[in-house]
């Protein structure tokens, strides 16, 4: 009975990150200002961005959902943490940001089951605009097997991030949603 329930709801995920699909990803340079790769000074400074964001805000995402989501610093400041509650009924999802040395990481522990690693790799619009890139990820033995692959966040003002994912699988990267986040009074 174990693996036919794994394999429903494995099958239910597919779905679930299939559902709505508008095809193959625009590519994120037609629709984002000119980038430059990611040096130590623009890591540090994202990551201080990052931190700016503790507390309680709201997401929207473009799929016609929406979450709550709490930003907050743990490990002595080293990692901010956001939790994420009811992007999917029923589940919570996190995603830690972190400095590596000299580089920016997240890791989102998703509710596809898996762990991807994403290097911030470019920043534009003086580094209000971070692009993060897939580097590796737990329960994704191979390149192929499903799992969110790329984001985007634009810090627009003090209590406005929007931040962009796409979702890989299969040799095919498409686009998965955006979600506007609003710091909540």
């Given at each position: 009975m174990r693996p036919l329930l794994a394999a429903a709801l494995g099958l239910?995920?597919?779905r679930l990150f299939a559902a709505d699909d508008p095809g193959p990803v625009t590519p994120w340079a037609s629709s984002s200002p000119p980038s430059v790769p990611s040096t130590p000074e623009?890591?540090?400074a994202a990551f201080q961005r990052f931190q700016s964001l503790e507390g309680a805000w709201e997401g929207r995402?473009?799929?016609g959902w929406v979450e709550s989501l709490r930003y907050q610093s743990i490990a002595a400041?080293?990692?901010?943490l956001e939790t994420s509650l009811d992007a999917h009924p029923g589940e919570a999802m996190a995603t830690a940001f972190y400095l590596d040395g000299d580089?920016?990481?997240l890791t989102h522990y998703c509710v596809a089951k898996n762990q991807p690693?994403?290097?911030a790799t470019a920043?534009?619009?003086g580094g209000r605009t971070v692009v993060f890139t897939f580097q590796d990820g737990g329960n994704i033995p191979t390149r192929d097997r499903g799992h969110m692959d790329r984001a985007v966040f634009t810090f627009e003002t003090d209590g406005r991030v929007r931040s962009q994912w796409t979702w890989y699988q299969d040799g095919k990267e498409r686009w998965l949603e955006e979600i506007v986040?609003?710091?909540k009074p």
């Open positions: 239910a995920a597919a623009l890591a540090r995402s473009t799929k400041g080293s990692t901010v580089r920016l990481l690693r994403l290097e920043f534009a619009d986040q609003t710091r």
